[in-house]
């Protein structure tokens, strides 16, 4: 049993160590990282937005087919044009990074009043503050910050990821460890003197 999950153990550890380096070669460099985000975001919304004009020519009636169309128009018009320019899509989604993390970081510290009595309520505060910072960092160096703010997230994130699934693997690889020293343990002299 305890066999058959090293190789999950390895192979999580491959992964956190791949992780990890992505996430540092994210951080090296934030422009190509968030540039690369930029293609995925627009090739999701060509791939969704040419489903949903799909969708909406199988639809029966022009009700059901109208909405589906539009929609389905707009989405693969927005895709076609982040992958056309993908600084301009950049410097909007870092824009709505931006928003995000500002309203977040209100939300937060206001939220964090709530939970005053309780231990930890000091944590979320400043939590929340960090954010608000970090999102008015990225507003008010907007739209300078499109080429830096998504590439470094992206980077702190999967570095954080990989270094999290390399501490899962050396846990588990230390739990096997313990399950193949205790079956293979011979058995007790007491145990023995019982059999004979």
């Given at each position: ?115 005053r009595p309780a231990q930890g ?76």
């Amino acid at each position: 049993m305890a066999e058959s999950k090293k190789p999950s153990v390895t192979f999580l550890m491959v992964m956190g160590v791949v992780t990890a380096i992505l996430g540092v070669v994210a951080i090296g460099s934030p422009a190509v990282a968030g540039t690369a985000v930029v293609y995925i975001v627009g090739a999701v919304m060509l791939i969704a937005g040419i489903s949903q004009v799909v969708m909406g020519l199988k639809a029966e009636g022009w009700s059901h087919k109208l909405l589906p169309l539009i929609l389905g128009t707009v989405t693969t018009m927005g895709g076609l044009a982040v992958l056309a320019h993908p600084v301009l899509g950049m410097e909007i989604l870092t824009l709505i990074l931006a928003a995000y993390f500002v309203a977040e970081g209100i939300w937060k510290v206001i939220a964090s009043f709530n939970f005053r009595p309780a231990q930890g309520w000091l944590a979320i505060l400043f939590s929340g503050f960090v954010t608000w910072l970090l999102g008015a960092m990225i507003w008010m160096q907007w739209p300078a910050s499109g080429m830096w703010a998504i590439g470094i997230l992206v980077g702190v994130d999967l570095l954080l990821t990989g270094i999290a699934l390399i501490c899962v693997a050396m846990t588990l690889g230390k739990i096997v460890d313990k399950i193949d020293e205790v079956t293979q343990k011979p058995d007790s002299p007491a145990e023995d003197t019982a059999h004979a």
